[in-house]
């Protein structure tokens, strides 16, 4: 019989061991990720079974574990324009313009580093370098966050409120990314 710390290490084991048997299974059945031309898996820098969406130096999507999302990749073009987050999270580096959609807001940048981050109740956005627009999913005004500000978005109606993230809060969100 297996001590309580033993059935803890055999189920993370278990979790971190998921992402990679799928990624075997569908290369072995000749399937895909639905993942846009132009873009490949890589090994994360700090954790090889980690897999990162790399579109050539223009676009990099890192998701944290047990993250669902899907990419939006109009019609006709090779490289994704947005994500669709429905839960974790998500961390992008790009250049070109990307939007995500969470059940609660739409971010959009213009090229950055950033961060969000779904649950329940809400969306979190945080900006690592450069600008990000903001908004509500059923809102017209936006807000600008810039590096070291972060907005949470609710299904409430009142105003986005720009908030420069405590140390703590931004170390927790980036240790999702193994950074």
């Not at 939006?72 to 324009?81: D, H, N």
């Not at 370098?129 to 908004?135: N, Q, T, W």
């Amino acid at each position: 019989m297996w001590a309580a710390d033993g059935r803890e290490s055999f189920a993370m084991s278990l979790r971190a061991a998921f992402p990679v048997a799928v990624l075997l299974i569908f290369t072995a059945l000749g399937g895909s990720f639905a993942q846009p031309s132009g873009c490949s898996l890589v090994d994360g820098p700090h954790n090889p079974s980690e897999k990162i969406l790399r579109c050539g130096d223009d676009l990099a999507v890192r998701p944290a574990r047990g993250t669902r999302y899907k990419l939006t990749t109009p019609e006709g073009q090779s490289l994704p324009t947005g994500a669709e987050l429905d839960s974790g999270a998500l961390m992008i580096e790009g250049r070109k313009p990307f939007q995500i959609l969470t059940p609660h807001a739409i971010a959009a940048v213009r090229g950055t580093k950033w961060a969000v981050e779904v649950k329940a109740k809400q969306s979190s956005t945080f900006v690592v370098s450069g600008s990000v627009e903001v908004r509500r999913r059923a809102g017209k005004r936006t807000v600008e966050l810039t590096a070291g500000e972060g907005v949470d978005v609710s299904g409430g109606r009142g105003p986005l409120e720009v908030k420069r993230w405590k140390k703590k809060r931004v170390k927790a969100l980036l240790a999702r990314f193994g950074e």
